[in-house]
C-alpha cells in the first residue's frame, strides 16, 4: 500500500488510536536509550525489589534519572507529536498508548484523558509509601552535589519517578484502558516503536484480532510487520510531514 492509499484509508476514519515508542520521540532529541551510547550502556537496570530493599540500589537509580532528566528538561514536542494533536482536533483521536515517559504528547496539547501512559512519566514523582505525587522538577532540582536519596515531606516513604521499573507490576488502569483502545480501534497505527518489550507489544496484535486496520511506522523492521496492513520504514518526521500534506490536499 502507498502512503497515498493510506491516507485515502484513514481520512475518514473516526476511531483512530496512536501506540508510540521512543522513535516519535528521538526527533525532539530524546535519545533511544537502548541503542549504543544510550542509558543502559552505562548503567545497570536497577530491579524494583532492589530498589526497594537497598539504600546502595536507590542512590544508582537516582544519580541515572538525574542524568536522564537533564536530557528530557529541555526537549521539545515534535512534527510527530503536533500531528497527532490534529487527529483529536477532528474528532478521528479514539486514544493515544504510549511507551515513552517523556510528557510530550501531552505537551503538545493532546488531552489528558486521550492518553494510556503505559510505563507512567518522569514529570511526576510518587512516594511508594502514602502515594504522594510531586511535580518531577520540584525533586529533581535537589539532585545536586553529595546529594541522597530523596523521601516523602508528608511521610516519610521512598520516593521514585512515576516511572514503571524493571520487576515491578504495570498499572492496572492503563493497562485496562489499552487493551480497552485496541479492542475498539477502527484503525490502530504504531509510531516509531520496535514492538520488542511486552506486555505492550500485544495491544497491536489486540487491535488486529478485533478487526482494526493496522500500520506499522518505524525507522527498523519490527516483529509484527507481517500482520500490518500497512508498513513505511524511515524517519517518522518526514513520514508525518508527507501524511499532514496529503490529507490537506484532500
Known sequence: MTLEAFAAKIRACRDIVFFTGAGISTESGVPDFRSP?????????????????S?????????MKSETHKLYKNV?????????????????????????????????????????ELHGTDRQVTCLSCGKLFPGEEIYQTLVGDFSPPVCDQCGGFLKPAT???????????????????ESAEVFIVIGSSLQVQ?????????????????????????????ADFNHRGAIGEFFRELTQLLADS
Open 164 to 182: 514503571i521499573s524493571f520487576g515491578q507490576a504495570m498499572p492496572v488502569e492503563a493497562m485496562r484502558r489499552a487493551q480497552e483502545l485496541s
Open 76 to 116: 521539545h514536542p515534535n512534527i510527530g507529536h503536533y500531528a497527532i494533536k490534529t487527529f483529536e482536533e477532528k474528532g478521528q483521536l479514539l486514544g493515544l498508548i504510549t511507551q515513552n515517559v517523556d510528557g510530550l504528547h501531552g505537551i503538545a496539547g493532546v488531552s489528558k484523558e486521550k492518553i494510556v
Open 199 to 227: 506486555p505492550a507489544a500485544s495491544f497491536p496484535v489486540l487491535a488486529k484480532q478485533g478487526g482494526a486496520f493496522l500500520a506499522i511506522i518505524n525507522r527498523d523492521p519490527t516483529p509484527l510487520d507481517s500482520l
Open 55 to 63: 539504600a546502595e540500589a536507590r542512590m544508582r537509580y537516582w544519580k
Open 37 to 53: 551510547g544510550g542509558i543502559w550502556t552505562r548503567y545497570s537496570p536497577v530491579y524494583f525489589d532492589d530498589f526497594v530493599s
